[in-house]
């Protein structure tokens, strides 16, 4: 006695049958029962969602002789002829391996022909997407203007690959993955006609590995009901589906969110050793997390698992930050099991990533620590001035804190640095009556700080290097800053043009000077100090052009 799988022997036989399609099957009933059926139909979607047996659902209603309410009696010759395949007005092909242009041309002759058996003849054309550009092309006038007896249903999975004059010329319908409770259902109605025992937590087990696909669930259940004979539990569901058991999952997303390494790479190669399909592993934590990531944000209401699976999840979620939750899901699902499936490396490296990720603010804070940087720039042992001459007596009374011309020296303090920028060094208090040598080491302390900030087009101690620290100089409150080339000074009046590089400057040199100062861009040879901070050199028309032509001048001697 021949027998038929599950899912040829549940097969839907009418509209009100099809399952997670509504939206579908209340268009089409309406269309029958208003007798205005199109010509030509294109039916999108994964995988077991009910394309084909929509379209042959059509077939009978369209030659049904006796409609109920828009759908097909399944009682009358013609229903039962379909039913057991003896229809020969409906055709199927598969485009996959009728692709070419002459099988377009065999339809195009044939689609002449009357019906045989019924009123209607249905060409249902699986995998439409599969017919080559030319075959497409030939085929288009036909399924544009058919004989009045002839309907086209065309389906696919990927309707992204077929030409878009196919698409106009039919009325599309996307169907839906099937929610996973639908598809328990289905199957609770299935295991309790066929008098099989199987526990209902295998079933939504069973509903949810299936991934919206009615058709994967009815296998995978039969599959189980032959191979138990006593009844099929969760176990069993478990171990034809490489998931190990559920607990194995469930303490593996537990470790990875706790940031326990050990226990996690103990909990993958223990489920590797117990020959627990690593892709299944991987999938299933990757569910786990997601779930813990929507009891975060109090979006619980909308996940498909056990009551004591989210129980324990959520239990979690009080003692996680929220960044190691993103974390965590984002690494463990960038992993590719897909060409190394064996191995386990690729799951022990994204634990080990996991468990040992940094604070989040860290990461998060990079752009404001380097923007603070030159707010609290780390103290650092100022350059050796020049050593001066022994002062007299007078002098150094003179350069008591009491005095008001200079401020008091103090020693150097060390403060943590900035990760994204370079601490500037500070320097001991320079001013107007300071020397040339304080004045020098506070400037080179100053290009220092900034030679990684950036402005609005260009690093600004890349700028201001153009400026030789002896050529410095004050003038009264002001610092002026004579650059050796027209081009840097000119970019660096660019960046000043722009408030916040300005106040940037002025900061470092707040910190480094121990005091605010205002500063002029000058080019060397318009400095009219005519002190030692200006070379003479550099007012040869011969020594500004070897400049110009990128020259720079290392040391001046003058007698």
């Not at 066929?194 to 299936?210: F, K, Q």
């Not at 634990?351 to 030159?374: G, L, M, N, S």
Request: net charge neutral; proline share 6%.
């Amino acid at each position: 006695m021949t027998t038929q799988v599950y899912y040829r022997k549940w097969r839907p036989g009418s509209f009100a049958e099809l399952v997670g399609q509504e939206h579908v099957a209340t268009t089409l009933r309406q269309s029958v029962k208003q007798s205005r059926i199109s010509h030509s139909y294109l039916f999108c979607g994964p995988r077991g969602s009910g394309k084909t047996t929509t379209a042959r659902i059509i077939a009978k209603a369209a030659n049904c002789l006796d409609l109920q309410d828009g759908d097909p009696c399944n009682q009358c010759a013609i229903c039962q002829a379909i039913n057991d395949g003896r229809f020969m007005d409906i055709i199927e092909l598969d485009a996959a391996s009728n692709r070419g242009i002459d099988e377009i041309r065999d339809i195009r002759e044939k689609v002449n022909f009357s019906p045989a058996q019924g009123s209607r003849k249905v060409y249902i054309i699986d995998e439409a997407h599969m017919l080559t550009d030319a075959a497409a092309n030939a085929f288009l006038k036909t399924l544009e203007e058919p004989p009045g007896h002839v309907i086209f249903v065309l389906c696919t999975t990927e309707a992204h690959k077929i030409i878009p004059t196919i698409v106009s010329r039919c009325q599309r319908f996307d169907f839906r993955r099937i929610p996973s409770e639908l598809i328990y259902g289905r199957l609770k109605e299935m295991v309790d006609s066929e008098g099989a025992a199987v526990e209902d937590d295998a079933l939504r087990l069973v509903a949810r590995s299936a991934a919206g696909s009615l058709r994967d669930a009815q296998n995978l259940l039969e599959q189980l009901v032959l191979s138990s004979a006593d009844g099929v539990g969760l176990s069993q569901v478990e171990d034809l589906l490489g998931l190990g058991h559920g607990e194995q999952w469930l303490d593996l997303a537990t470790h990875l969110l706790m940031g326990n390494t050990s226990a996690s790479l103990e909990a993958i190669n223990q489920a590797a050793w117990d020959g627990t399909d690593l892709r299944q592993l991987h999938r299933q934590t990757q569910e786990l997390l997601r779930a813990v990531m929507h009891l975060q944000w109090n979006a619980g209401q909308s996940l498909d698992l056990p009551d004591h699976v989210i129980k324990q999840l959520g239990e979690l979620v009080g003692k996680l930050p929220p960044w190691r939750i993103v974390k965590a899901l984002k690494t463990w699902g960038e992993v590719n099991m897909r060409y190394d499936a064996p191995s386990t490396l690729p799951l022990e490296l994204a634990a080990v990533e996991i468990c040992t990720a940094e604070a989040a603010p860290a990461a998060d804070a990079a752009p404001q620590a380097a923007a603070r940087a030159p707010e609290r720039p780390a103290a650092a042992r100022p350059q050796a001035a020049p050593q001066a001459a022994p002062r007299s007596a007078g002098a150094q009374r003179a350069a008591t804190p009491s005095s008001p011309g200079t401020a008091p020296a103090r020693q150097p303090t060390a403060s943590p640095s900035s990760s994204n920028a370079p601490a500037p060094e500070r320097v001991p208090a320079a001013s107007p009556a300071a020397g040339q040598g304080d004045l020098a080491g506070a400037w080179t302390a100053t290009v220092r700080a900034l030679a990684r900030q950036r402005g609005k087009k260009y690093f600004l101690g890349a700028l201001l290097k153009d400026c030789r620290p002896e050529s410095v100089y004050l003038d009264g409150d002001t610092l002026c800053l004579p650059f050796a080339h027209r081009a840097h000074m000119e970019r660096m009046q660019e960046e000043m043009d722009d408030p916040k590089g300005r106040k940037l400057v002025a900061d470092v040199i707040q910190q480094c000077f121990d005091k605010g100062y205002e500063f002029k861009l000058t080019l060397v040879e318009d400095n009219g100090n005519g002190g030692s901070s200006q070379p003479s050199a550099q007012n040869s028309p011969l020594v500004r052009t070897a400049m110009g032509m990128g020259a720079r001048i290392l040391k001046e001697v003058t007698e």
